[in-house]
């Protein structure tokens, strides 16, 4: 009989080797976990460069009206994130410094770079104008010309110095007759140069105008008209470098929130500079 020829069984397969496995499933989870790290580090890093970080802002620590200068006193900072800080804002108060509100800030509110001017005259036409005079002092409005003021570069902001040139004879009508010239007046603060228009301001004033505007005492007004009816003047321009921050300190003998006691003339003129003295 012819046999039948049977399939030979398969080889049995290899079992694999557990110890090689073993490194090859570490190897997957430390290139996961660095995966995971990586990715963690750049998720960080992105997050920080796209504003996560925090920033001072400078706001109104109380409503400031439109046209009111900026008081220190009236600000304040926080912390913002940096993605919410507004465009153009301040990190310090001291930046303000100077300022006027250009509108109505509420309390509370973001003071950027849009809402404030250095400049009063920057301003738009239309608010109600006004001059930002200190308590106790008046506005006072002097002549001027090419000689006298310094060929027009006196420029609202500025503060000037003021020479008298008076003859000897109107302060003592025995004396021998002479030109006497003296600084009557020192850091004057000019608030504007021109008389007001309806036209709005496109900046300073520049060019040389008839007159100009100064801050003084009621009792220093009266000495500058005498001057004014009675001398030559003529102002000398400060540098920026020596500017003063506040008002000059009043004469001991013209109390800022008082009038003279007697008229004045030649006699309290002659008694307040010494001009006879030179």
């Not at 010239?181 to 060019?207: A, E, Y």
């Not at 004014?228 to 500017?243: F, R």
Request: proline content about 9%; hydrophobic content about 45%; charged content about 15%.
């Amino acid at each position: 009989m012819a046999s039948i020829a049977q399939p030979r069984p398969a080889a049995p397969a290899k079992a694999r080797n557990p110890q090689f496995r073993t490194p090859v499933f570490v190897a997957g989870v430390a290139i996961a976990l660095l995966a995971f790290l990586i990715m963690f580090a750049f998720g960080l890093v992105f997050a920080n460069r796209s504003g996560g970080g925090q920033v001072r802002v400078v706001v109104a620590a109380e409503p400031i009206a439109a046209r009111d200068p900026i008081d220190p006193g009236a600000l304040t900072t926080i912390s913002v994130p940096a993605s919410a800080a507004q465009p153009r804002y301040f990190s310090q108060t001291s930046q303000l410094a100077g300022s006027y509100a250009l509108v109505d800030i509420a309390k509370g509110q973001s003071i950027t770079a849009n809402l404030v001017a250095s400049n009063p005259d920057l301003i738009p036409a239309g608010t109600p104008s006004y001059l930002p005079i200190e308590k106790g002092f008046v506005a006072m409005t002097l002549p001027t010309g090419e000689q006298q003021g310094v060929a027009g570069y006196i420029a609202p902001g500025d503060y000037i110095d003021v020479i008298a040139t008076v003859n000897s004879t109107l302060l003592s009508p025995g004396a021998l007759p002479r030109q006497l010239t003296r600084t009557v007046f020192s850091s004057l603060h000019v608030l504007r140069v021109g008389p007001q228009s309806g036209v709005p301001r496109q900046g300073q004033v520049q060019g040389v105008s008839s007159s100009i505007t100064v801050v003084m005492s009621q009792c220093d007004a009266q000495y500058m008209e005498w001057l004014l009816v009675n001398a030559t003047l003529k102002y000398t321009l400060l540098s920026y470098k020596d500017y003063s921050p506040s008002q000059p300190a009043a004469d001991a003998t013209c109390n800022p929130t008082a009038l003279p006691e007697d008229v004045v003339g030649p006699k309290l003129v002659e008694k307040r500079w010494g001009f006879l003295n030179g």
